[in-house]
């Protein structure tokens, strides 16, 4: 069936640089829209990054324009967010999710701590 598998989180220091990855696996239709969401205890998910499939375009939140970049490989089913000069306010859970005509699927999330 279809999933989401996330990985590439850690602990970085402040100004550091990590990759996600969502790795789709079992879908039968390509995603409408594939986002990156993340959350900390306490508040509600908070949209980060969005890629548009058809037709191509990305999107992303104010606080993280210009030091993260959304992008895919279709020949690996992958996505990926490039998150660069983090800052501590950056430490949250992250999701990727996988919108379709029918329903939207979430990966199991990956922990990120931006810490020195």
């Known amino acids: 069936q279809a999933q989401l598998v996330q990985s590439g989180g850690g602990l970085v220091q402040p100004g550091g640089s990590l990759r996600l990855s969502c790795a789709a696996s079992g879908f039968t239709d390509s995603c409408i829209a594939m986002n990156w969401y993340r959350q900390v205890p306490g508040k509600e998910r908070e949209w980060v990054a969005a890629l548009l499939n058809v037709p191509s375009s990305k999107n992303y939140a104010n606080f993280v324009k210009g030091r993260f970049t959304i992008s895919r490989d279709n020949a690996e089913n992958t996505m990926y967010l490039q998150m660069n000069s983090l800052k501590s306010e950056d430490t949250a859970t992250y999701y990727c999710?996988?919108?379709?005509?029918?329903?939207?699927?979430w990966g199991q999330g990956t922990q990120v701590t931006v810490s020195s």
């Open positions: 999710n996988c919108r379709l005509r029918g329903g939207t699927y």
